[in-house]
């Protein structure tokens, strides 16, 4: 079935663009049991949803103030990028989605919980630069996902009207809080099975789902 392009195709980026989530987990882990709040795996993903600010007060309680959860969550953030670094690939065929989105004149913007340093490392790491118009991260908003505003600031950046119909906007998700926050934001979300199932996404607003960029270039060339 053939389907048609948008004009706006923005992009989570943890394990959206790179399957990275294992080594989140390990990172939290580590800084959890260093500052005295050990947590299971389990109680981590439970958990890791939001800015670093909604983490850490999830992850420390609520007397967790901001400054001292942004000292925590830049230690994290350090710790993430020096034990995933020797591992980091693109999900397998996401160059090629990138290029064909590109030359068809596809406006393409990253939006990302992450924050500023850990956008430059993969985006310098996988050479994306090239193909973004736009860069939003944790540091550009208030509300973390199932929140939308990280993806209305995008699509404001890249310039699209205020009305939009949802076939015009495609966003890349793999969690339930980025599914329903690409949903809220009046796109059509696309969903990566990197680490939940096809259900799971469907059941929070994904119209398609991928197991990477691989079958998604396959629905690109019907379109």
């Known amino acids: ?18 399957d990275n989530y294992e080594f989140h987990l390990k990172a939290w882990g580590e800084i959890c049991e260093k500052y005295g709040a050990p ?7 439970r958990d890791l949803h939001g800015t670093n600010f909604e983490v850490c007060q999830k992850f420390f309680g609520p007397e967790m103030s901001f400054e001292r959860s942004e000292e925590i969550g830049n230690e994290k953030e350090a710790r993430y990028r020096e034990i995933y670094a020797p591992h980091i690939e693109p999900i397998a065929g996401l160059h090629e989605v990138l290029a064909h989105l590109q030359e068809q004149g596809v406006h393409i913007a990253l939006g990302t919980m992450g924050n500023s340093a850990n956008a430059h490392f993969v985006i310098e790491a996988l050479k994306l630069s090239s193909f973004l118009s736009t860069v939003h991260t944790a540091e550009d908003v208030s509300k973390g996902k199932p929140d939308p505003e990280i993806f209305t600031k995008c699509l ?3 310039g699209a009207p205020t009305a939009l119909s949802s076939t015009e906007v495609w966003i890349f998700e793999d969690t339930t809080s980025g599914i329903q926050a690409a949903v809220r934001a009046g796109g059509i979300a696309m969903g990566i099975r990197s680490s939940l199932d096809d259900h799971a996404l469907k059941n929070n607003g994904a119209s398609h789902t991928f197991a990477d960029y691989q079958e998604v270039m396959n629905l690109l060339r019907r379109s």
């Open 39 to 45: 947590r299971s795996r389990t109680e981590i993903i």
């Open 1 to 18: 079935m053939a389907i048609a392009l948008p004009k706006y195709a923005l992009f989570d980026m943890d394990g959206t663009l790179i």
């Open 156 to 158: 404001t950046s890249l």
